[in-house]
């Protein structure tokens, strides 16, 4: 089965600089790249996803990149906050058989300093 | 209703008693996951029900767990004489195919076995 790698496992940053998590995954089959932020006590929570027909997406200060060819996808967070700070969690899927189930890294545990 | 809704939040059960976990996810989604979450650990998959297919059981982590989808909504995790190591938080998915691929989770059952 498919196989995410995820780096850093934790990571501190000042307010105000950005934050980049890098993974890997296995599967050549994968197609879809979703990113999650987990907050103390609560469940997953979708913030970004990116499908490999594109090689980047943004939304506000987040964006994604996705290189097929290298087998790896990096999210980035700019001007960070005090409330970015969370796990966050990358995964990866494929079509077929196995549609929608997700395999996640092990997540990486962001703290922004004010 | 609005999100995935978990019961129990929390529970703490005696070693070696039984206990039921149930999810009720978003109406309409026809996807169902569970994963668990150890502590400090990433999402483990457990089980994924989708329609009336078969459910693909292969991440359970021994006969002593098992689950049950009941009218296509609701589903019950069941852990059989619970040990120490399967202290985790259990988060429940759903997933409304055909709105891409996007899985939403909700806030976990947190199981303590002493």
């Known amino acids: 089965g498919e196989n995410v790698e995820q780096h850093p496992s934790t990571l501190s940053v000042q307010e105000g600089d950005s934050a980049v998590i890098k993974c890997t995954y296995s599967?050549?089959?994968?197609?879809?790249f979703p990113w999650y932020k987990q907050e103390l006590g609560k469940g997953p929570q979708l913030i970004i996803d990116i499908r490999s027909n594109v090689g980047e997406k943004k939304d506000q200060r987040i964006a994604v990149t996705l290189n097929k060819t290298a087998k790896h996808f990096s999210l980035h967070i700019t001007e960070t906050q005090p409330e970015d700070s969370a796990v966050y969690f990358c995964?990866?899927?494929?079509?077929?058989?196995?549609?929608?189930?997700?395999?996640f890294g092990r997540g990486t545990q962001l703290t922004v300093w004010p | 209703g609005a999100g995935v809704s978990q019961s129990p939040s929390n529970k703490v059960t005696e070693k070696g008693k039984d206990v039921e976990l149930r999810c009720d996810p978003i109406s309409g989604h026809t996807a169902l996951y569970w994963y668990r979450q150890s502590l400090g650990q990433g999402l483990e998959f457990l089980i994924y029900f989708q329609g009336n297919s078969a459910p693909d059981k292969s991440g359970l982590p021994s006969d002593r767990f098992s689950a049950e989808r009941t009218g296509g909504s609701v589903s019950t995790l069941t852990i059989q004489r619970t040990q120490q190591e399967d202290s985790a938080v259990y988060l429940c998915a759903s997933q409304a195919l055909g709105q891409g691929n996007t899985i939403y989770f909700g806030e976990g059952s947190w199981l303590t076995v002493v």
């Open positions: 599967d050549s089959a994968s197609n879809y």
């Open positions: 995964a990866a899927s494929t079509r077929g058989s196995t549609l929608g189930r997700l395999y």
